[in-house]
């Protein structure tokens, strides 16, 4: 069956501008991640969201980012003001509710000019 | 708080090597313990995991068991072959309300023949 999709794959912007990141779970998983990956580091966890429950922002860096999604099912990343600091690679995953075992996408590269 | 600290990379192994990455962890609570796998050019994929202390996850050639003792999960092969070269991520994820993931920094391995 389909993977966990993301789009854009790639994404050129200019600091100060507003930028979106997509992901698409895979059909059924309730749980979905995002995470960020600079280079040559691990994964930084941002967010959490589970079925309708509150999602877990704490690895938020910035109150300039945010993250939303519709109907237990695609999730938006939103990065208002970028920084060139935001450069990197934005990972989405998924999971059923009762397995720890997270399936990711192929993740969106952002860079900031 | 809870962390996963992995071997620093990258390690360079000839072809029939055998492999070690090490792998420790800090977590309150009973945590479940995997190891992720990022082929060149692709995204992140589960290679194996353990649920509880003593358990074994294999995959592939690949194994690593869950010592609580020693808050490790060491990453073994007895044979690594060229197509092994990517990059191992050990990760730890608790249940918390959420199946919240932490990860390590990542382990690049190459493998020559």
């Known amino acids: 069956g389909a993977g966990v999709s993301q789009s854009p794959s790639n994404k050129v912007t200019e600091k100060g501008k507003d930028v979106e990141l997509r992901c698409d779970p895979i059909s059924g998983h309730t749980a979905l991640y995002w995470y960020r990956q600079s280079l040559g580091q691990g994964l930084e966890f941002l967010i959490y969201?589970?079925?309708?429950?509150?999602?877990?922002k704490s690895g938020l860096p910035s109150d300039r980012f945010s993250a939303e999604r519709t109907g237990g099912s695609v999730s938006t990343l939103t990065i208002q003001r970028t920084q060139q600091e935001d450069s990197a690679v934005y990972l989405c995953a998924s999971s059923l509710r009762t397995s720890h075992e997270q399936y990711f996408g192929p993740g969106t590269r952002l860079t900031v000019t | 708080g809870d962390s996963v600290t992995q071997m620093e990379g990258p390690v360079t192994l000839s072809e029939e090597a055998f492999l070690t990455i090490n792998c420790t962890y800090t977590a309150t609570g009973y945590p479940s313990l995997f190891w992720y796998v990022q082929y060149p050019g692709e995204g992140l994929q589960l290679l194996l995991k353990?649920?509880?202390?003593?358990d074994k996850g294999s995959n592939k050639g690949f194994e690593a068991t869950y010592r609580k003792e020693t808050t490790s999960f060491h990453l073994e092969k007895g044979s690594v072959q060229v197509s092994d070269s990517a990059v191992y991520f050990c990760a730890l994820s608790l249940n918390t309300g959420g199946f919240k993931t932490i990860f390590g920094a990542g382990t690049r391995l190459f493998v020559k023949a």
């Open positions: 969201f589970q079925g309708n429950s509150a999602p877990d």
């Open positions: 353990a649920t509880k202390a003593d």
